[in-house]
């Protein structure tokens, strides 16, 4: 009889291709992916827990499987990733949902497979959350999921501690991957048909300074553009504080390296960059912003923005909102600062009413929308070349992105996913566009 697996990816990217690893491992013996979860024997949980209702909705979901545990004896049930690496989560888990039966963190999730294993010979569950993250394991199977786009690890971690931030506590300190063995998974990902590679990692400038050996992220970029065929590399997340020049002629050194950037400046009032540890005030981010469009006039930066962290007045706030208004940003992902224990905002005197932040999250909302109207205008007219990745159901329209990660439908006779199209723009729909195949 066949078995099947599902996850239930919460979290960035990072976390979607930490479910790629889960998947790989389950794959591996010999369970199958399903798409509907009363169908599976392995229910996983990859967690998020950088903001409060990222948690609470792990919670309600964990919670809704506790009556179908009861009479499947059989289903089991894993609770991984950053939710679980926090300061004695393990445990408050297991008091509340003692039916599950795997809780792991994300020092150890190249090791979910022996947990895994552990599990079918023991009645009890499995609960190991590593305190400290170990050294890189390398050759985890992976089952991807997101063709023609691939991602890539090139570090884990982070050191930069912002206040607000409890990424650094549950990920460790920032730990990068040989560039071989980067270079290696590149090179067989681009023959096996994949057309673009992201690489990830929380902080990218950052890349090989842990290697002691001059590899920096600018090597990389050099060695992943040298492979040999037609593909894209996209990369993030860059932190502004040493987002130098030179990461800008590395970024505009090859063709293959698409010239858009993820640059999160997070608010635009220098008091409050200073309380969230950022290590740069509002001038420097801009003169970033504007030395990045003179060396790459055709180039988009995209950005992440907070709102109400603690003190935030309303001036800080018009500051963080004029900067959107002068930035030009090609999207953003706005958030209401949301307080994580551990964290020094966490303590800080001053938190800010939530009917206040979402006030001020609205209106940066409103702003940022109206740019996105104006640039997807921009596009009328326009010939751009877009990697087609999927096929929308819904309105019989296949879809892919520009170099600038803005997303196009249209209409295609045949299967074109994976392919490299010239699509013109003839219609603009919000953040999304639409356009007409050019024949080649
Ligand atoms: N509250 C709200 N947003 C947060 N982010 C990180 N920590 C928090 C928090 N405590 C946002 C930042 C970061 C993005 C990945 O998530 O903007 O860039
Ligand atoms: Fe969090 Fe700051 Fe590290 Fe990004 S750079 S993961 S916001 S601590």
Sequence with gaps: MEKYYFINTYGCQMNVHE?????????????????????????????????????????????????RKKTDKDLIIAVGGCMTQQNNMAEKLKKTFPFVDIIFGTHNLEEFGKLFDKKLTQKKSVIEVLEKEKEIIEGTPKKRTSFPNAWVNIMYGCNNFCTYCIVPFVRGRERSRKLDEIVRECESLIKDGYKEITLLGQNVNSYGKDLSNGTSFATLL??????????????????PKDFTDEMIHAINSDDKICKCVHLPVQAGSDRILKLMNRHYDRAYYEDRLNTLRKIIPNSAVTTDIMVG???????????????????????????????????????????????????????????????????????????????????????????????????????SETNVIGEFLDVKIVKAGGMSLYGELIKG
Aim: hydrophobic residues 35%; charged residues 30%.
């Design 19 to 67: 479910s790629e690893k889960i998947a790989g491992i389950l794959s591996e013996r010999g369970y199958k992916e399903t798409k509907d979860d009363s169908k599976a024997s392995v229910i996983v949980f990859n967690t998020c827990c950088i903001r409060e209702n990222a948690e609470d909705k792990i919670y309600g979901n964990i919670g809704i499987l506790k009556k």
């Design 222 to 239: 050099n060695a992943v553009s040298k492979i040999d065929g037609k593909f894209r590399i996209r990369f993030m997340t860059n932190h």
């Design 309 to 411: 962290f603690p003190t935030e007045t309303e001036e800080d706030f018009l500051d963080t909102l004029n900067l959107v208004k002068n930035s030009n940003f090609g999207g953003a992902f706005t958030f209401v600062y949301s307080r994580r224990t551990g964290t020094v905002a966490d303590k800080m005197e001053g938190q800010i009413p939530e009917d206040v932040a979402t006030k001020r999250i609205m209106e940066l909302i409103a702003v940022q929308n109206e740019i996105n109207r104006n640039q997807s205008l921009n596009y009328i007219g326009k010939t751009v070349e877009i990697l087609c990745e999927d096929y929308d159901d819904k309105k019989q329209l296949y879809l892919g992105r520009d170099e600038f990660n803005k997303m196009v439908y249209f209409f």
